[in-house]
């Protein structure tokens, strides 16, 4: 298995944790941890470390889904977003094969019927 190099939010959360659990550890020691924990290729900076801590009340609070991702992506179009989510569902409830191009394609004609411009997917 190839070594990560970038930390999942849960990974993050997992950081946070072992710092609660070992509160004199310093921050290179941590980042030593994390690297021989997660199997990344590269130890984190001490500034990554520093900002994951930071962050620990955000990581708290995250469902499983977003602990799960490695970046939270912020929805340009929330509208948008719910119409698609809502189209792809009844999709999927009627067993119709999606692909990423056809997904696109729609958010494009709904872009357009909220009339929210032609960047849009």
Known sequence: MKPSSSLSNDQKLKIC?????????????????????????????QGTISNI??????????????????????????????VLANWVLQCQACRVALSGDLIKEKARQFARQLELGERTP
């Open 17 to 45: 944790h072992h710092k609660a659990a070992n509160p004199s550890i310093k921050q290179s020691a941590l980042a030593n941890w994390a690297m021989q924990e997660f199997k990344l290729s590269k130890v984190p900076t």
């Open 53 to 82: 801590l930071a962050k620990r009340q955000q990581y708290e609070s995250m469902d499983s889904t977003e602990l799960t991702s490695k970046r939270q992506r912020a929805v340009k179009h929330p509208e948008l977003d719910n």
